[in-house]
């Protein structure tokens, strides 16, 4: 059977952990991936497909064609690490102090080769072609742009696209897979309050631009209580905050740096105009002034209802329909949807929870992939009282449980193949 995906992606198993502790092993951050660029591009050719290297400075184009004719599905996979120093003691731990593979990105890009086996073992039953798509810089939120303005998008044009995030807060076994808003677009910004610097013990000769940010700071998240619909999700985050050099000196200057994270674009343009408008006010009424700068805008990861509903049928057909569930939505932002903005597409969520006591045993836990394991209550485990908690994305002790990678590259090989075999006018959904 050329559709048995979930099987034959088991039967790569092994060398989809391979490829992922290569790539974990050496991490590497946003638009230098060139070692992991290389690999991919040398077993994209090896599956005789046509590649292209250096689009957008660092990814990778593969086209597989199929042998009948039809449309184009493109795959996007991202590529790069975090500026973390890995603290998981894992035997194929980052060999780079202060970079680690902290997302998953290492097992997206061995997912993609499993996909891109998987698609290239069937070349003879394929319809169309399939376009995979290698992204460097998915975590500085440039990498799907400077793709798209290198003509990733071009010749040819992919009809529906389709992707995938693991995810170590989700059971093993379970996705998400959810028409419209997914995950939330996310703005950074710079905020600098600019006073009149004076002696410690005369502040009224001067303007405390440390008083006036403490007001700002505490104010500004009444815009997200008070100016906001209630009903339209939104995040501001001052993550960042310096000022002042002396303990006996007014600061002039203080710089915050911080995130807004919405869904809904109306939403965030009423949150921008009430930044400005509350910091005019605020500063005004001080005596001291300020400057907003904004800067990298993702937009929010919207799926096609269409596109959805078949990559849920795939999904469903790899995992059971009961562990395929529509929400919930995150604030995190995921720069694929500079994609999904340009072609209907859908990507998806899959739970890669890793199995505490499995890593501290010995053996093989004899249990198959591909069960959910729920399990998060406490276990026997060594070492002092409840099982640690998963860690989430981004943390120096995060990982991920390997058997999703079978099932990930199972679901995405599965969605595509379909897709193409039926032409999207004749799409059921
Ligand atoms: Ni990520």
Known sequence: MTSDFASLAQ??????????????????????????????????????????????????????EGAQPGPTALLRFDMDALPIHEETGLPFASQTPGKMHACGHDGHSAIGLGVATLLAGQQEHLAGRV???????????????AMIEAGALLDPAPDVMFGLHLWSLMPLGQAVVKAGSLWAAADRFALEIIGHGSHGAMPHQGIDAIAVAA????????????????????????????????????????????TLRTFD??????????????????????????????????????????ATAHLRAAAAAVLGAEAVADGPMMMVAEDVSEFLNRTPGSFFVLGAMPDRRARSETGPSGEAGGGAR????PSGEAGGGATAPAE???SPRFDIDERALPLGAAILAHATYTWLLHSPTQQPT
């Open 265 to 306: 674009l109306a939403t965030r343009a009423t949150i921008l105009a009430r930044m400005d408008g509350l910091l005019a006010g605020l500063c005004a009424a001080y005596g001291a002034a300020y400057r907003l700068t904004w800067r990298d805008f993702t937009p929010p990861v919207i799926n096609d209802p269409r």
């Open 215 to 258: 007001f700002a700071i505490a104010q500004l998240q009444t815009i997200i209580s008070r100016d906001r619909d209630p009903l339209q999700p939104a995040v501001l985050t001052i993550g960042a905050i310096h000022g002042g050099d002396a303990f006996n000196v007014l600061a002039e200057r203080v710089q915050m740096e911080g």
């Open 11 to 64: 039967t790569l198993a092994d060398q989809l952990v391979a490829w992922r502790r290569y790539f974990h092993r050496h991490p590497e951050l946003a638009f230098q991936e060139e070692r992991t660029a290389g690999i991919v591009a040398g077993h994209l050719a090896q599956l005789g497909l046509e590649v292209q290297t250096g689009v957008g400075r660092t990814g990778v184009v593969g086209i597989l």
């Open 374 to 377: 729920s399990e998060t209550g």
């Open 131 to 145: 376009k995979f798509l290698f992204q460097p810089a998915e975590e500085i939120g440039q990498g799907a742009r």
């Open 392 to 394: 989430p994305h981004h």
